[in-house]
């Protein structure tokens, strides 16, 4: 009865719900702007001036309906290419994602709450077993002239900044313009030399059609990366990154082909690392292996992945679909787990890991000095899909303020130093071989580690609310 109840006075709300057009048009639109200064649009102030739409119309009636139109102009741009999963699939999400801004805008009085509320809804996005980070507004000013805001504030911080000088430049333009004065300062301030170990890596961006490279030509795989990895071994690289899933075979076995990687190693006096699926106790895991040349021998170090793609990789609450019942046949089914590494200095992040501050902390607060992503978008036919993946991934060296190698399949790969300083990059749909010498900072961020302004706003926003509430009622007795 009660469900019901509640079933009834919903939809009472909504019959009575009668949208004005002008809002309807403007909150969509503030989204729409909002989202083309991601890839592969690129328009940067848009990151500004959508927020600025936003809070403007937003401000003279809070409203849930008002927020929750900004969210889906503002995710559908980004999150279209999830048609490729399942026609239903970009619905789901985008409705689903959209309603977090919708609560947020119900509590966006002032400049600050607007900042912190909007700032929670997207961190929720970000957490838990359905948390899909596309479309985080700090991202967008990974820029090495912006690596400070990063280091210190990571990239949700960044985005609360985004959003109070947006709306601060609306009520309060003076403080808008000391707030933007102090966090300009914080960009200019000079980063410390980067002190330690030097390397040079390189990558092999294969530009593997999985659908026929990897099923019917292995031997034509091997070679194109056996070639790549010798000409970096002949640049003077003395680590190569491939791909992941590169290789189909489950490297934890004994087999031909991981014994010729093993030579290889051992032949040019080079570091390999790889992704393969491995087979532990009948589970199916997602994996990156390091052959690393001692002597002449090899030492085989293996890393699975812990962060799987909700719906893609397993059923949340369901976990891995062995028979692919639910999802399509390679598209992912594979078993999380930890292992302990030894000591490496490096941390890895297979494909959508990159996109969490927090996978890679845990490895980096571990002394871990080198960030590894390898990634494979071949599945996918959009080039959006791609190259927001991999500016994602990029945020995290800014955060860390550690190197980072991203090896794409088809791309984009890169590498960056500790301090933003782009190496050598790679674009979409290309084959080849990058090489570049980064440091191996021991510098790491803390804030970061823990994505403390992440929870701050998520967590402290009663605390705003509150506050707010209390300032207001002492404003009306004054008066």
Same mark, same amino acid.
């Given at each position: 009865?009660?469900?019901?109840?509640?079933?009834?006075?919903?939809?009472?709300?909504?019959?009575?719900?009668?949208?004005?057009?002008?809002?309807?048009?403007?909150?969509?639109?503030?989204?729409?702007?909002?989202?083309?200064?991601?890839?592969?649009?690129?328009?940067?102030? %848009?990151?500004?001036?959508?927020?600025?739409?936003?809070?403007?119309?937003?401000?003279?009636?809070? &409203?849930?309906? $008002?927020?929750?139109?900004?969210?889906?102009?503002? @995710?559908?741009?980004?999150?279209?290419?999830?048609?490729?999963f399942n026609f239903f699939a970009p619905f789901a999400v985008i409705f689903i994602f959209a309603i977090p801004y919708g609560v947020a805008a119900r509590f966006s009085r002032t400049p600050v709450l607007f900042a912190s509320a909007m700032t929670a809804a997207e961190f929720f996005r970000c957490i838990g077993s359905f948390a899909f980070p596309?479309?985080?507004?700090?991202?967008?000013?990974?820029? +090495?002239?912006?690596?400070?805001?990063?280091? *210190?504030?990571?990239?949700? %911080? =960044?985005? !609360?900044?985004?959003?109070?000088?947006? &709306?601060?430049?609306?009520?309060?333009?003076?403080?808008?313009?000391?707030?933007?004065?102090? =966090?300009? *300062?914080?960009?200019?301030?000079?980063?410390?030399?980067?002190?330690?170990?030097?390397? +040079?890596?390189?990558?092999?961006?294969?530009n593997f059609a999985p659908e026929s490279d990897y099923e019917f030509e292995p031997q034509k795989v091997l070679s194109r990366l056996f070639l790549g990895t010798r000409e970096a071994a002949q640049k003077g690289a003395k680590l190569v990154v491939w791909t992941e899933t590169v290789i189909l075979e489950y490297l934890n076995l004994p087999s031909?082909?991981?014994?010729?990687?093993?030579?290889?190693?051992?032949?040019?006096?080079?570091?390999?690392?790889?992704?393969?699926?491995?087979?532990?106790? %009948?589970?199916?895991?997602?994996?990156?292996?390091?052959?690393?040349?001692?002597?002449?021998?090899?030492?085989? !170090?293996?890393?699975?992945?812990?962060?799987?793609?909700? !719906?893609?990789?397993?059923?949340?609450?369901?976990?891995?679909?062995?028979?692919?019942?639910?999802?399509?046949?390679?598209? %992912?089914?594979?078993?999380?787990?930890?292992?302990?590494?030894?000591? *490496?200095?490096?941390?890895?992040?297979?494909?959508?890991?990159?996109?969490?501050?927090? =996978?890679? $902390?845990?490895?980096?607060?571990?002394?871990?000095?080198?960030?590894?992503? *390898?990634?494979?978008?071949?599945?996918?036919?959009?080039?959006?899909?791609?190259?927001?993946?991999?500016?994602?991934?990029?945020?995290?060296?800014?955060?860390?303020?550690?190197?980072?190698?991203?090896?794409?399949?088809?791309?984009?790969?890169?590498?960056?130093?500790?301090?933003?300083?782009?190496?050598?990059?790679?674009?979409?749909?290309?084959?080849?071989?990058?090489?570049?010498?980064?440091?191996?900072?021991?510098? $790491?961020?803390?804030?970061?580690?823990?994505? !403390?302004?992440?929870?701050?706003?998520?967590?402290?926003?009663?605390?705003? @609310?509150?506050?707010?509430?209390?300032?207001?009622?002492?404003?009306?007795?004054?008066?």
């Amino acid at each position: 009865m009660c469900f019901s109840k509640f079933i009834f006075n919903c939809y009472k709300k909504v019959n009575k719900f009668k949208p004005d057009p002008i809002l309807v048009i403007l909150a969509i639109l503030a989204g729409i702007i909002t989202a083309l200064a991601f890839p592969p649009y690129n328009f940067i102030p %848009g990151v500004f001036i959508g927020p600025l739409i936003f809070y403007v119309m937003n401000r003279k009636k809070l &409203s849930f309906y $008002s927020g929750f139109l900004f969210g889906i102009g503002f @995710l559908a741009p980004i999150e279209n290419w999830l048609f490729e999963f399942n026609f239903f699939a970009p619905f789901a999400v985008i409705f689903i994602f959209a309603i977090p801004y919708g609560v947020a805008a119900r509590f966006s009085r002032t400049p600050v709450l607007f900042a912190s509320a909007m700032t929670a809804a997207e961190f929720f996005r970000c957490i838990g077993s359905f948390a899909f980070p596309w479309g985080q507004l700090g991202s967008v000013l990974a820029f +090495k002239s912006f690596a400070n805001l990063f280091y *210190l504030f990571g990239v949700f %911080g =960044v985005t !609360f900044i985004v959003l109070l000088t947006a &709306s601060l430049s609306v009520e309060k333009f003076r403080l808008a313009l000391i707030f933007a004065g102090t =966090v300009f *300062l914080i960009i200019l301030y000079p980063q410390s030399e980067l002190h330690g170990q030097k390397i +040079k890596v390189a990558v092999v961006q294969g530009n593997f059609a999985p659908e026929s490279d990897y099923e019917f030509e292995p031997q034509k795989v091997l070679s194109r990366l056996f070639l790549g990895t010798r000409e970096a071994a002949q640049k003077g690289a003395k680590l190569v990154v491939w791909t992941e899933t590169v290789i189909l075979e489950y490297l934890n076995l004994p087999s031909s082909v991981r014994r010729s990687i093993e030579r290889l190693a051992i032949e040019n006096n080079i570091t390999i690392i790889t992704g393969a699926p491995s087979l532990i106790e %009948g589970d199916k895991r997602n994996s990156i292996y390091v052959f690393f040349p001692d002597s002449n021998a090899i030492k085989i !170090f293996r890393y699975d992945k812990v962060h799987l793609v909700p !719906f893609g990789e397993y059923i949340p609450g369901f976990g891995p679909d062995k028979n692919h019942l639910l999802l399509s046949e390679g598209v %992912g089914d594979f078993t999380p787990a930890i292992l302990s590494l030894p000591k *490496l200095s490096m941390a890895f992040m297979i494909c959508f890991e990159g996109a969490f501050s927090e =996978v890679a $902390s845990v490895q980096v607060n571990n002394r871990a000095k080198l960030l590894v992503n *390898l990634s494979n978008d071949a599945w996918s036919k959009s080039s959006s899909e791609a190259v927001q993946h991999a500016a994602l991934t990029g945020v995290r060296a800014f955060e860390f303020r550690s190197a980072l190698i991203r090896a794409g399949n088809t791309g984009p790969s890169f590498i960056l130093d500790a301090d933003g300083t782009e190496k050598a990059r790679l674009d979409l749909c290309r084959e080849g071989v990058i090489t570049g010498e980064v440091t191996l900072s021991e510098k $790491s961020s803390r804030f970061v580690s823990v994505n !403390f302004f992440g929870w701050l706003n998520f967590l402290g926003l009663p605390f705003f @609310l509150t506050a707010s509430s209390l300032l207001g009622e002492l404003k009306e007795r004054n008066e």
